[in-house]
């Protein structure tokens, strides 16, 4: 079945690094890729997402690239800072009639000041 | 604008025992989803509604599990009776219309503890 791969956590950065959490899919056709966030004692919310190959999501200083030779989605930031301090999750949709999201198993990140 | 509500916060049950959730998702959000977060795993989809009809609950446990949206607005998710591995925070979420690209409001959760 479907399923998405993240890197295990927590990841500790230091504030101002550049900042990558691997995310791997395999999916039965092309599916749309969405990376979420969820801060501190919040719901999870939508950060960036990328429909087809070769698209690049980007909001907040996040960006990731929909890579379809290496089924990765991939996220990134220049500089981190201590407000980026939340979990990460990876999702997929294949669609086919169902819209139910496969979520990876989030990432923590921790920045320090 | 009114994110997504769930009740309780928190909730404590002996196994065996039967506990409901309920959710009010964004006014006029058409889509609503139940989804089950155990610790370290990401969400799983447990049923999604379009207004009052279910258009997948292939991976609700339905001998157990139970959700209904009346009016096409709240939804209640109803566990009896609860096992250990219930324990899980329970997870409503909206969006606008159906399809998986849209963009998915979720609430705070229910983190329910079995015991």
């Known amino acids: 079945g479907d399923s998405v791969t993240q890197m295990e956590g927590p990841v500790t950065l230091s504030e101002e690094a550049f900042l990558t959490i691997n995310c791997t899919y395999t999916a039965t056709g092309y599916p749309s890729l969405f990376w979420y966030v969820q801060y501190p004692g919040e719901g999870l919310q939508l950060l960036l997402k990328?429909?087809?190959?070769?698209d690049k999501g980007s909001n907040k200083g996040f960006e990731a690239t929909y890579r379809k030779e290496t089924t990765s989605f991939h996220l990134e930031k220049g500089s981190v800072q201590v407000s980026d301090s939340a979990v990460y999750f990876c999702?997929?949709?294949?669609?086919?009639?169902?819209?139910?999201?496969?979520f990876g198993k989030g990432t923590h990140l921790i920045i320090q000041p | 604008e009114a994110g997504v509500a769930q009740s309780p916060r928190y909730k404590i049950i002996e196994k065996r025992q039967s506990v409901a959730f309920w959710c009010n998702p964004i006014?006029?959000?058409?889509?609503l989803y139940w989804y089950q977060q155990i610790l370290g795993q990401g969400p799983k989809l447990l049923i999604q509604f379009q207004n009052n009809g279910v258009v997948d609950d292939s991976q609700l446990p339905k001998d157990r599990f139970s959700a209904e949206r009346l009016k096409g607005v709240d939804s209640t998710l109803k566990i009896q009776p609860a096992k250990l591995e219930d324990s899980a925070v329970y997870l409503c979420a909206s969006s606008l219309t159906g399809g998986g690209w849209q963009k998915l409001f979720f609430g705070s959760g229910t983190q329910l503890s079995v015991l």
């Open positions: 999702a997929s949709w294949v669609g086919g009639g169902a819209d139910g999201l496969t």
């Open positions: 006014s006029g959000h058409a889509t």
């Open positions: 990328a429909t087809k190959a070769d």
